[in-house]
């Protein structure tokens, strides 16, 4: 995967986790399993290690998008970064008088 590609994935991922549905969704569902997680009975083992695993699963998912979106804006800065780097004279004078 590109440099470029990246940045893009980090910034797909960025507008994902801004996403207003995308939010309710995963609110709900974390709601969801912690509630069926704490209405589990102690006695069902089986069924509070799923659960468990569901809302680990949950958080792993988010984790993910969130190092997306962290890997993608570092990439972007190294691509800005090389990009200036490579600037000729000239550029960098007008850059600087410019901005």
């Known amino acids: 995967m590109t440099e470029n590609q990246i940045a893009r994935l980090g910034d797909d991922a960025a507008i994902v986790l801004d996403n207003e ?11 969801q399993v912690n509630a069926q997680l704490l209405d589990c009975p102690i006695r069902d083992r089986e069924g509070m290690v799923l659960l468990l695993q569901l809302s680990k699963l ?19 800065v190294k691509i800005d970064m090389d990009k200036e780097r490579n600037e000729t004279r000239a550029q960098k004078w007008l850059r600087k008088v410019n901005g």
Do not use: P, Y
């Open 21 to 31: 549905a995308f939010k309710q969704a995963m609110d709900g569902l974390k709601s």
């Open 58 to 76: 949950v958080a792993k998912f988010e984790g993910i998008l969130t190092g997306m979106v962290a890997n993608g804006r570092f990439t972007q």
